[in-house]
């Protein structure tokens, strides 16, 4: 693995002037990043959750503004991107902007934060959005692994203009180098890996036997029964919980992978007082003040969650109102939650350590089957434990349990080798189109330059067959002729995310004559994605009605070309579940009386909503030229686009009402 270059004098008098500015000491890995990034260069830091990436991102950002140029700090998720924002915020004050998709605050802000697919998007739109930008930070970049949105990172380093230097922020990996070695080919300009294994704060790992108690991992063969008439264990075992208290190993993080689980375990602890009185009283007092910054009436939406906080208990999840969750990350970042459930997405780059973790099982079900945790995925989480500066060490504990876990398998997710990047390059069809309209039969350029291609895994021919299979599907429906766009190609590239199904409809001619409402039914029936075994009330509009069958004809239509030739991830059919819901929304309905129109949780709805407002904002946009319906489709957002649902007010209402994180952190 490659080492930084030595330092000339000016980098070091550089580190050291940063390290004044802070008031602390840099460690090795981000003095060597740092350097790196003062002799021009793009780098990648590869380090465990919680050693203090983010200090060399803020670095990145800092040597951008003494530039007179802009940075650009990309994330996977909204959430992580608003976090960010509030954090920065701080330090950075109003120099920083956001853009989100569901946000847009400040987008020629010298310093702006932006979700990756954000930032893959304007590249592909239009690139002198980007102009003046030096460097550009991706967090997590290894989630060019994730199976459904790596494609957005590797297309995010293949078109970026080349005077931009990345910042790479990753998790251990194995093959960084690999990784490393790639970028820099398709950058063409040096690029420097900084690695570290160590952790500020190191991690003892244990294992919760329920009825047995804390074992050594060495120790669990002598516990863990393989008799399958042992399997009967009362998992509602609270030993683990009562270890934490007694222990003082509090405040935890207890890692479920369910919501209902969260939930459950949140209501079981709810008999333990974990708050002396006066700070029962302190947290209460401040989750109501949240409440009210946030305009939410506690005493009617947040009775359950203000009961346990004022045990110190609380829970966290994707389904929870995203107002409530961020009261939750709040409360808890202050250090007044002692013990908070929660599920695997809070421990996505969002800085909120505690002195333990403990995962409720190192099993979960990924959509088909139960199977163990990868190694990336447990020391994501486990890397919460551990407060700088106020703990010498971070404890986890994984519960096993007799006759379902074997001491080999729990040994492989805790002491097992990471498991290295694999491309999931797949161009979509958004993509595929401005490509052509930007390099024409380049495109197949794009193929051969991934890291798919790189990493030679089978995928040059299979790659090329993909984008020809594409290609063809799109030349048959008419978005290209040859190696060029057709006025449909060239409207479909306007858009980003369900750009064929907005096309198709559009093309035959459904919007027509559509109220504002239907519009955004027929655009919520693109996007709308419910979790099995939810119910959704329909609510019928004849203007929709009279175009139903049509819509759904044109998009099966679709699939059926896909299908014919071999594109492996046809577009989504039709979904009008959400019809109810967004008609009764638009109409004035309050978000506590839309419950009624569905079983999903709240954090699902508002998800949705602001899913088919994202949608809208790119139809409005696309079809500028019919002001009559671009009007209706403004129109609809602003139906949809209030008090839960909207995000930039939640977002402003929350900024720079959070406890300031440890700046290594």
């Not at 008031?23 to 590869?46: C, K, M, N």
């Not at 920065?88 to 010298?110: C, H, K, L, S, W």
């Not at 519009?519 to 996007?527: H, K, M, Q, T």
Request: hydrophobic fraction near 40%; charge should be neutral; aromatic fraction near 8%.
């Amino acid at each position: 693995m490659p080492s930084p270059r030595a330092p000339s004098s000016s980098h070091s008098r550089a580190v050291a002037a940063f390290e004044a500015a802070r008031g602390f000491q840099l460690f090795p890995f981000q003095r060597d990043a740092i350097e790196a990034i003062e002799a021009g260069r793009s780098v990648i830091v590869s380090a465990p959750t919680g050693a203090g990436k983010t200090v060399v991102a803020e670095y990145a950002i800092e040597r951008a503004l003494e530039l007179s140029r802009r940075a650009i700090y990309t994330s996977p998720v909204k959430a992580l991107s608003n976090q960010k924002y509030r954090d920065f915020q701080e330090r950075y004050g109003n120099r920083i902007g956001i853009m989100t998709g569901d946000v847009t605050i400040e987008p020629d802000a010298p310093i702006l934060i932006m979700t990756t697919e954000i930032f893959r998007n304007t590249i592909f739109e239009d690139a002198s959005k980007v102009r003046g930008v030096s460097h550009v930070i991706m967090d997590e970049v290894h989630y060019i692994a994730d199976s459904d949105r790596g494609t957005v990172w590797e297309e995010s380093l293949l078109f970026a203009p080349s005077e931009i230097r990345f910042v790479g922020l990753s998790a251990t990996i194995s093959n960084l180098e690999e990784f490393r070695a790639w970028v820099e080919k398709v950058r063409e300009d040096p690029v420097v890996l900084v690695s570290t294994d160590e952790r500020p704060v190191p991690l003892k790992h244990q294992a919760y036997v329920p009825g047995v108690g804390v074992v050594r991992i060495s120790e669990l063969k002598h516990h863990l029964d393989p008799d399958p008439r042992h399997r009967r264990v009362d998992r509602r075992d609270t030993g683990m919980l009562d270890h934490l208290e007694e222990a003082r190993l509090l405040p935890a993080l207890y890692f479920c992978f369910s919501r209902k689980e969260c939930e459950a375990r949140a209501r079981g602890a709810r008999r333990r007082r974990l708050l002396s009185p006066s700070a029962r009283d302190k947290i209460l007092a401040d989750f109501d003040s949240l409440c009210e910054k946030y305009s939410i009436d506690p005493s009617e939406n947040a009775t359950e969650l203000r009961e346990l906080a004022g045990r110190g208990i609380l829970y966290h999840h994707a389904g929870l109102l995203p107002t409530f969750k961020d009261i939750v990350e709040r409360l808890f970042t202050s250090g007044q939650v002692k013990l908070l459930f929660t599920t695997e997405t809070f421990a996505l780059g969002v800085n909120m350590p505690a002195r333990a973790v403990v995962f409720s099982s190192l099993r979960k079900f990924d959509g088909v089957n139960f199977d163990y945790l990868p190694t990336l995925n447990y020391y994501q989480m486990a890397g919460r434990a551990g407060r700088q500066g106020l703990d010498t060490e971070g404890h986890v504990f994984s519960v096993v349990h007799p006759g379902d876990d074997t001491a080999k398998d729990v040994k492989s997710v805790v002491f097992g080798k990471v498991a290295p990047l694999i491309s999931r390059f797949n161009l979509s069809y958004s993509a595929v189109l401005n490509l052509l309209r930007q390099v024409g039969s380049g495109v197949f350029d794009a193929a051969d330059r991934s890291f798919a291609s790189w990493q030679k895994k089978g995928h040059v021919g299979k790659q090329r067959a993909l984008l020809s299979a594409r290609l063809r599907v799109l030349e048959k429906h008419g978005y290209i002729s040859g190696q060029e766009l057709t006025g449909k190609g060239r409207f479909a590239a306007k858009l980003t995310g369900y750009e064929i199904s907005m096309t198709e409809l559009f093309w035959d001619g459904c919007f027509e004559g559509l109220s504002a409402e239907d519009a955004a039914i027929l655009i919520g029936s693109i996007v709308f994605e419910p979790r099995r075994g939810e119910f959704h009330r329909r609510m019928d509009s004849a203007g929709v009605t009279a175009v139903w069958n049509r819509a759904r004809k044109r998009i099966a239509e679709f699939q059926r070309t896909e299908r014919s030739f071999g594109v492996e991830d046809p577009i989504r059919e039709l979904d009008f579940g959400l019809s109810g819901t967004l008609l009764a929304w638009m109409r004035g309905t309050s978000f506590q009386e839309i419950r009624s129109f569905s079983s999903g949780q709240d954090g699902d709805l508002v998800r949705q909503l602001r899913m088919t407002i994202q949608m809208l904002r790119q139809f409005a946009w696309a079809v500028s030229a019919d002001k009559a319906l671009s009007d209706r489709l403004k129109e609809a957002m602003r139906l949809i686009d209030r008090n839960e649902v909207d995000a930039e007010r939640q977002l402003l209402a929350g900024s720079g009402s959070g406890a300031p994180d440890d700046d290594r952190a």
